[in-house]
């Protein structure tokens, strides 16, 4: 199912059970993934294309979603200006054991960049002296007291998901 | 070797082709594909690296998918048909 609300700057691609009986698709073989596991092993295939063509695909992996063969999708609603970025990104999640099976299913459906990224390897550049934190406090020009704020949330924020690594994964809000 | 490369989202470096098919030597590694892509963009090799000659945090370099990083960073060797991918870490979600 796409979920698209307006307040946020992504699309999703989620499977309907996920809205209606808040199924957890963080999972591996239908377990749940603690933080740890999350951390470990969970990541996603980045995808780039202009609005329409990540739209159109979105479209195509919708049913995969639903038979829970791709966990989930996300994709940008727009192009990210600030950033000089000329196309948008789409996230298509899931568990490195099965990112070879889902990597089939974007390559069928014509994707042709092949580039895996560990949601790990984002959150650390989403840490206080990580590359897109310190582009984004620089993209909006704040001053140091206002940058130290943003930085001492992101290293809240992250401290506080993942305080316990034995606990279940409950997701990031976006 | 036939080394397929595929430039994304690099509109800051004002890359000219996105798109390279490249013959490369045998003992091709990121530094030496580096080098040769920046001959068809310039200035790609003074921006996916860093002063002590390692990848530029700045980007993600791929091959076959994987991070550079996560393989031998700039000494990874290539192989005949391994497709390349770089993008801003940014681009990253």
Known sequence: MIVDRPESHFIFVVPLDHIEYRYNYITLRGEPLTNKQYLEHWGKWLVFGLREEVEELARKLDPYVEEKKIPAVKYDRKLITEFQLNRCVMCVYCHDETKDEVWEILSALGVRDKAWMYERETLEKWLPGGVNLEKWIQGRGLDHENAERVRADARAKFKKMFADENEIFTGVYQ | ?93
């Open chain 2, 1 to 93: 070797m036939k080394i397929d490369v595929r430039l994304n989202l690099l509109g800051v470096l004002g890359i000219k082709q996105s798109e390279l098919a490249l013959d490369t030597p045998a003992d091709t590694t990121v530094a030496s594909l580096i080098g040769l892509i920046d001959q068809h963009n310039p200035g790609f090799a003074a921006a996916l690296s860093t002063d002590d000659g390692d990848l530029s945090p700045q980007f993600v370099f791929f091959v076959n998918g994987r991070n550079a990083m996560s393989l031998d960073g700039m000494k990874t060797r290539l192989n005949a048909g391994d497709v390349i991918n770089v993008i801003p870490a940014i681009a990253g979600g």
